[in-house]
């Protein structure tokens, strides 16, 4: 497990973005041979990663690969803390909470992992928005399955309905948050909002009232997108149709979710799509300043 303290979006640079994408598929590292001139060995980063901050990632691609977990300052930060006074403890403590993590583990988790229980739990997920880290979730959930002989919740009869409301709250919040982070339903929204000072726009844009509808090209839809990314004065996020294309294909959820509907037909030979908007849908809270008395753990 890496630990990162006090992440916050503007700290997160491309670099660092591109790591936290291959840690979390799993990809593989090329990495010099010991002992050799020309040697080389594929590492596979497999590792999970952590931090805190009080704003929300806001990268698409990592919205279903993380889990967010809020520490509220109002509610955990009134007892009275005295850090010094708690490292010494630990400290003092130290060996105790080692050996007794080691025989926890040892007890409770190897032999389940061993007998297979990871894959087992993995595949008796219900749909949820997470599903790209169901291996570390069953984990998670025979460890959370050890600690509840010891630490029951009265609230829940059992683990596993913990886990599962557990779900439903991640699967809500990611939502909002592709709702408020998706780059095509941005675009989308603003160049039906501001289609009137685009000078040299492509597309066919109606409106009665608040209803919107576009027709474009997937050409001219991104040639749009790039006069309205230079008026707003920034940059454009897509360099090709097909780019744009698979996109908007992968953000049709959360398009239909926000109010958008979506058809396509050939027309002489090309492919007009037309997007439509029957009222403004804005989940609520999804563009809200998170407070900055909470923060967000990954």
């Not at 593989?28 to 010099?32: H, L, P, Q, V, W």
């Not at 990663?49 to 691609?61: K, L, S, T, Y």
């Not at 596993?160 to 599962?164: M, V």
């Given at each position: 497990m890496?630990?990162?303290?006090n992440m916050e979006?503007?700290?997160?640079?491309?670099?660092?973005?591109?790591?936290?994408l291959?840690?979390?598929?799993?990809g593989?590292?090329?990495?010099?041979m010991?002992?050799t001139?020309?040697?080389?060995?594929?590492?596979r980063?497999?590792?999970?990663?952590?931090?805190?901050?009080?704003?929300?990632?806001?990268?698409?691609?990592l919205?279903d690969?993380v889990?967010?977990f809020?520490?509220?300052?109002a509610?955990y930060?009134a007892?009275?803390?005295?850090?010094?006074r708690?490292l010494q403890?630990l400290?003092?403590?130290r060996?105790?909470?080692?050996?007794?993590?080691?025989?926890?583990?040892?007890r409770h988790v190897?032999?389940?992992v061993k007998?297979?229980?990871?894959?087992r739990?993995?595949s008796?997920?219900?749909r949820?928005?997470?599903?790209?880290?169901?291996e570390?979730l069953?984990?998670?959930?025979i460890?959370?399955?050890?600690?509840w002989a010891?630490?029951?919740m009265?609230?829940y009869p059992?683990s596993?309905?913990?886990?599962?409301a557990?779900l439903d709250?991640?699967?809500e919040?990611?939502?909002?948050?592709?709702?408020?982070?998706?780059?095509?339903l941005?675009f989308?929204?603003?160049?039906?909002?501001k289609?009137?000072m685009?000078?040299?726009?492509?597309?066919r844009?109606?409106?009665?009232g608040d209803r919107?509808?576009?027709?474009?090209?997937?050409?001219?839809?991104?040639s749009?997108?790039?006069?309205?990314?230079?008026?707003?004065g920034?940059q454009?996020?897509w360099h090709?149709e097909?780019?744009?294309?698979?996109?908007?294909?992968?953000?049709?959820?959360t398009?239909t979710?926000?109010?958008?509907?979506?058809?396509?037909?050939?027309v002489?030979?090309?492919k007009?799509?037309?997007y439509?908007?029957?009222?403004r849908?804005?989940a609520?809270g999804?563009r809200d300043?998170?407070?900055p008395?909470?923060?967000?753990?990954?």
């Open positions: 890496l630990i990162f303290d979006v503007r700290n997160i640079t491309p670099a660092f973005e591109d790591f936290l291959t840690s979390s598929t799993g593989m590292k090329a990495k010099r010991s002992g001139e020309s040697g080389v060995v594929l590492e980063l497999d590792c999970l990663v952590m931090a805190n901050g009080i704003e929300p990632w806001g990268r698409h691609e919205i690969r889990a967010e809020q520490v509220d300052a509610k930060g007892l009275k803390f005295h850090e010094a708690a403890e400290r003092e403590a060996s105790l909470i080692w050996s007794g993590t080691a025989k926890f583990m040892q190897l032999p389940r007998d297979g229980h990871v894959k739990i993995a008796e997920f219900s949820h928005s997470k599903e790209r880290f169901n570390y069953a984990l998670m959930c460890v959370l399955d050890g600690v010891y630490r029951p009265p609230k059992d596993r309905s913990l886990t599962a557990w709250q991640q699967s919040a990611s939502e909002n948050q592709s709702a408020g982070t998706d780059e095509t941005y989308l929204d603003t160049l039906a909002d289609y009137g685009l000078l040299g726009a492509e597309s844009i109606k409106r009665l919107v509808a576009i027709r474009a090209t997937m050409r001219a839809l991104l749009d997108f790039r006069l309205l990314a230079k008026h707003l920034m454009c996020p090709t097909r780019q744009l294309g698979v996109r908007m294909q992968d953000s049709a959820g398009l979710k926000a109010g958008w509907k979506h058809r396509s037909s050939f002489s030979g090309r007009m799509n037309w439509e908007r029957a009222a849908q804005v609520a999804v300043v998170v407070s008395k909470v923060q967000n753990v990954r």
